[in-house]
Nanobody, 122 residues
Framework: QVQVVESGGGLVQAGGSLRLSCAASGRIFSINTMGWYRQAPGKQRESVAHITSGGSTNYADSVKGRFTISRDNAKNTVYLQMNSLKPEDTAVYFC????????????????WGQGTQVTVSS
């Protein structure tokens, strides 16, 4: 079993900051890419930021320069530092991990967290 658990969401005023954390635990051999997605009410889930095991990152255009993704491979944890938050950043944020459970796995398995609410007031 693998668990992916997010934390750090909450209510913040526009211009403020929040830091999300996501930890993967359980039977894990290695984690490839970890990332954050978000889903606002009435909208489709969208990609926010991703980071590879080697530290390469990519961001949605809407968050570039404001959000920073990082990870601690030893802790199987990924973080999302969100600065200069805007009301349009309000959404449920989901963590995603692509991993191998054993050394015998020939493909990556995808796991999702349950989501954490981020609300930015104007």
């Amino acid at each position: 079993q693998v668990q992916v658990v997010e934390s750090g969401g909450g209510l913040v005023q526009a211009g403020g900051s929040l830091r999300l954390s996501c930890a993967a635990s359980g039977r894990i051999f290695s984690i490839n890419t970890m990332g954050w997605y978000r889903q606002a009410p009435g909208k489709q889930r969208e990609s926010v930021a991703h980071i590879t095991s080697g530290g390469s990152t990519n961001y949605a255009d809407s968050v570039k320069g404001r959000f920073t993704i990082s990870r601690d491979n030893a802790k199987n944890t990924v973080y999302l530092q969100m600065n200069s938050l805007k009301p349009e950043d309000t959404a449920v944020y989901f963590c995603n991990a692509n991993l191998r459970r054993t050394s015998y796995d020939t493909y990556l398995r995808e796991y999702w967290g349950q989501g954490t609410q981020v609300t930015v007031s104007s």
